[in-house]
């Protein structure tokens, strides 16, 4: 089944303690995503990346890094967690962005509380 | 800047009472705007691409039109399954690959 997976799907940490998300797919896809969701303010891009060693910053990066060493995986890492960190987070990908832009397949969200 | 707004926040309709949900935009040459359902606790599901003026498309109970300032998402005769947020999404060319989410409308549909 074509999906895209997010571990783990909850997780509450302390204030400064690294963590990293994983994000797999496994379609194959070269454009993969992260967005945060707060409410009232939306799903917002932290990072993407158009393929392998390829990452580029969305529009609230500050905080995260991402790496993309193999196609199929996207983690994100939070190298010192905040409460302002706290959110609910999920993964995205699509085949590419050629063209014409494609449609995003999205993970299950990791919810996240920073203590 | 790109851009994207959504109207109304939040809408309550009787069932098979239609309506159109609105996506307002700015953006330096679109590439696709995207319509998206998210139900509560899970990610957003897509239903649409749109890539230029004119343009529409159908799927079931839901058609989404696109002009060069805005697209709806018109509900026809809904029903209370059709209840969530219905989030829109822009990509335009120059802002690379960014996508920009608007903060979504919540529809709810009484029995």
């Not at chain 1, 379609?27 to 993969?32: S, T």
């Not at chain 1, 990452?55 to 905080?63: L, M, S």
């Not at chain 1, 409460?83 to 999920?90: C, R, W």
């Amino acid at each position: 089944e074509a999906q895209v997976t997010q571990n783990p799907r909850y997780l509450i940490t302390v204030t400064g303690k690294k963590l990293t998300v994983t994000c797999s797919q496994n379609m194959n896809h070269e454009y993969m995503s992260w967005y945060r969701q707060d409410p009232g303010l939306g799903l917002r891009q932290i990072y993407y990346s158009m393929n392998v060693e390829v990452t580029d910053k969305g529009d609230v990066p500050e905080g995260y890094k991402v790496s993309r060493k193999e196609k199929r995986n996207f983690p994100l890492i939070l190298e010192s967690p905040s409460p302002n960190q706290t959110s609910l987070y999920f993964c995205a990908s699509s085949l590419g962005t050629g063209a014409r832009t494609d449609t995003q397949y999205f993970g299950p969200g990791t919810r996240l509380t920073v203590l | 800047e790109d851009q994207v707004t959504q109207s109304p926040e939040a809408l309550r309709l009787q069932e098979g009472e239609s309506s159109s949900l609105n996506c307002s935009y700015t953006v330096s040459g679109l590439r696709g705007l995207f319509w998206y359902r998210q139900d509560p606790g899970k990610g957003p599901e897509f239903l649409f691409t749109l890539y230029s003026a004119g343009e529409e498309k159908e799927k079931e109970r839901l058609k989404a039109t696109l002009t060069k300032k805005e697209s709806f998402l018109h509900i026809t005769a809904p029903k209370p399954e059709d209840s969530a947020t219905y989030l829109c999404a822009v990509q335009g060319y120059s802002s690379a690959s960014k996508i920009i989410f608007g903060s979504g409308t919540r529809l709810s549909i009484r029995p």
